[in-house]
């Protein structure tokens, strides 16, 4: 976890590096509209990846239980925003998490919880898909685990080739979820991409 006198430290130094670009970009910091921004897109940024100082455990909580449930476990429509590695700018979408119990369950909240920690951080959505379901894995052990995400990138709209209707999609699918065809199949079907 970052500690208080780090993020305040980390603060400040961005609030210089933000004065910079913005003269870099031909603006004037001292301008009325832009004396409080560099502060402003500081604090941002160290929200936007707040996730940078979570760690899985914490997140967790001991929000695992012994449970004799093993049927699909479905959490739906989790809304995700992360940034983009590459460009610094948001891809906005949700989250579609499954997995297949193995004698323990965890708390539902926990699965957006975990969403979110992987989500705030400088991102690709490849890697955010696969880091989800590797944690899931990670702290159940289940049978299997399923991960979709669909996003849309700021970076592909705003930029580059500017279409402003794409969407990517990526999955994680894991143990029996991608290993039996029917199982995977179900997962599918109740997402209803």
Same mark, same amino acid.
């Given at each position: 976890m970052v500690g208080r006198n780090q993020h305040e430290d980390g603060q400040k130094e961005l609030c210089g590096a933000v004065k910079t670009i913005l003269g870099c970009i031909g603006e004037n910091p001292s301008r009325d509209g832009l004396l409080d921004t560099p502060a402003r897109y500081a604090r941002a940024l160290l929200f936007f990846t707040?996730?940078?100082?979570?760690?899985?455990?914490?997140i967790v909580n001991n929000a695992v239980f012994e449970e004799d449930h093993h049927e699909l476990v479905l959490v739906r429509n989790i809304e995700i925003f992360s940034m983009c590695e590459h460009h610094l700018v948001p891809f906005t979408g949700k989250?579609?998490?499954?997995?297949?119990?193995n004698g323990r369950v965890i708390g539902l909240s926990k699965l957006a919880r975990i969403a979110e #920690?992987?989500?705030?951080?400088? /991102?690709?959505?490849?890697r955010l898909t696969k880091q989800v379901a590797l944690a899931i894995s990670e702290t159940l052990q289940p049978k299997g685990v399923a991960v979709?995400?669909?996003c849309r990138?700021?970076? #592909?709209?705003m930029r580059g080739v /500017?279409?402003?209707?794409?969407?990517t999609i990526t999955s994680s699918m894991m143990g029996s979820l991608e290993a039996d065809a029917k199982m995977g199949q179900t997962f599918l079907e109740l997402v209803k991409l």
């Open positions: 707040k996730g940078n100082g979570d760690d899985l455990a914490s989250m579609h998490i499954g997995y297949i119990p #920690m992987f989500s705030r951080r400088l /991102q690709l959505q490849e979709i995400v669909e990138h700021l970076c #592909m709209v /500017q279409k402003t209707s794409t969407t």
